[in-house]
């Protein structure tokens, strides 16, 4: 069974940056996509970034470009989301997600971790 587990949340004040990580189990994702999507509350999820398991192509959101970059380490089976300059509107709960599928539709994933929270205070 698939599994994905993201960490690394937490608070932060505006400015300041955070690194998720997103660790997969169960098969290896040397073909799949890897997505970060978050969901603020009372809001729809929103698309971040993704990228192909090679790390040929990146993807990023309009709202995060240049902010936030998307990585791997095929060695580890890990995705990561490396998120600088925050601002307290990037508050939310940030999910990774994987698939065969790539692109920015959550539709497109067919596997989802369980969330983890960022804040962003002012």
């Known amino acids: 069974q698939v599994q994905l587990v993201e960490s690394g949340g937490g608070l932060v004040q505006a400015g300041g940056s955070l690194r998720l990580s997103c660790a997969a189990s169960?098969?290896?994702?040397?073909?799949?996509?890897m997505g970060w999507f978050r969901q603020a509350p009372g809001k729809e999820r929103e698309f971040v970034a993704t990228?192909?398991?090679?790390?040929?192509?990146?993807v990023y959101g309009d709202s995060v470009k240049g902010r936030f970059t998307i990585s791997r380490d095929k060695a580890k089976n890990t995705g990561y989301l490396q998120m600088d300059s925050l601002k307290p509107e990037d508050t939310a709960v940030y999910h990774c997600?994987?698939?065969?599928?790539?692109?920015?539709?959550?539709?497109?994933?067919?596997?989802w971790g369980q969330g983890t929270q960022v804040t962003v205070s002012s």
């Open positions: 997600a994987a698939g065969t599928r790539c692109g920015t539709l959550p539709e497109r994933y067919d596997y």
């Open positions: 169960g098969r290896t994702f040397s073909s799949y996509c």
């Open positions: 990228m192909t398991w090679s790390g040929y192509s990146t």
